[in-house]
């Protein structure tokens, strides 16, 4: 008895070896930086399903409120891969960090304006607040914006509001004349009633990207798992286009962390063969 009893594990013992097995565990996992937005749908859905598995691949999603966390985690190695923006992954390359753009995702943005502001022209957000991010699709969108009216840069403010929950509060609280926006909580901010000036699914812009450490592509483990990461991202995309956002609207309220209503206001459809947004007309309450 004596023996078994020294043989035994204690329970801090036991405690140190489940976590040493779940470090191995998550190092050898795909960790995929993520953010409460409309493009990550796609792998919340998988994930939440557990199509990752099915498939055969460790997928772990790593969920960041700001695009500058995600770049963090990833220059530091935290995550092999992430959601983003092309503007963005330049400015991570020049960082260090060599990328491999994995795939496109349909993120897109749109220029709402506060309607206490009663902005309805771009030339009227000189001497202004716009809420972006630096060194991001937003910051390039908010420099178009102050180019095609021709108004003096230091005239427009361009505040950096990193966590896109904070930016859409400050509009809702009325902090912030004008911001750019994703989905959903671009719609969230539209059916409150405030205007839509610029939308880039009407430029014709697809800067929305999934991209993984270069490094991971010379290893065949790793080239595996992205490869497998990509089947399932697809899939999903897929049965999203046939099945509709309503029908995943628990999801994406609790990944997204906007009201329920929101999601009625939101649709998707396949053109071409290509998964993209379609909201109904809502999309800017400016046109007739």
Not at 217 to 235: I, S
């Amino acid at each position: 008895m004596l023996m078994l009893a020294g043989c035994g594990e204690s329970e801090a013992e036991k405690v140190a070896r489940v976590r040493r097995q779940q470090f191995i565990a998550d190092s050898l996992a795909l960790k995929v930086a993520v953010t409460p937005t409309l493009d990550c749908l796609p792998l919340y859905l998988a994930d939440e399903e557990g199509w990752f598995e099915r498939e055969g691949v460790s997928v772990l999603l790593r969920p960041y409120q700001a695009q500058m966390d995600q770049d963090t985690a990833l220059l530091r190695h935290h995550v092999e891969g992430m959601t983003t923006d092309r503007v963005r992954t330049a400015w991570v390359e020049e960082q260090g960090a060599k990328l491999h753009e994995a795939a496109p995702t349909n993120l897109k943005w749109q220029l709402v304006t506060n309607k206490t502001a009663r902005i309805k022209l771009f030339s009227q957000l000189d001497d202004r607040m716009i809420a972006m991010t630096r060194r991001s699709a937003t910051d390039m969108l908010a420099q178009r914006v102050i180019d095609s009216a021709r108004l003096q840069p230091e005239r427009v403010f361009r505040i950096q509001v990193n966590d896109v929950g904070i930016r859409l509060a400050m509009l809702e609280n009325g902090i912030m004349d004008a911001m750019l926006l994703p989905e959903p909580q671009a719609t969230q901010a539209r059916l409150a009633g405030h205007p839509v000036l610029l939308d880039t699914d009407s430029m014709g812009l697809s800067l929305g990207i999934i991209v993984f450490r270069q490094e991971l592509m010379t290893d065949t483990m790793r080239q595996r798992q992205v490869e497998q990461f990509l089947r399932v991202y697809y899939a999903a995309c897929d049965t999203l286009a046939a099945n509709g956002l309503q029908r995943y609207s628990d999801l994406i309220v609790r990944c997204c962390h906007v009201r329920p209503q929101t999601v009625d206001s939101i649709g998707w459809r396949v053109d071409g063969g290509e998964w993209i947004e379609d909201s109904g007309g809502l999309r800017d309450p400016n046109k007739k």
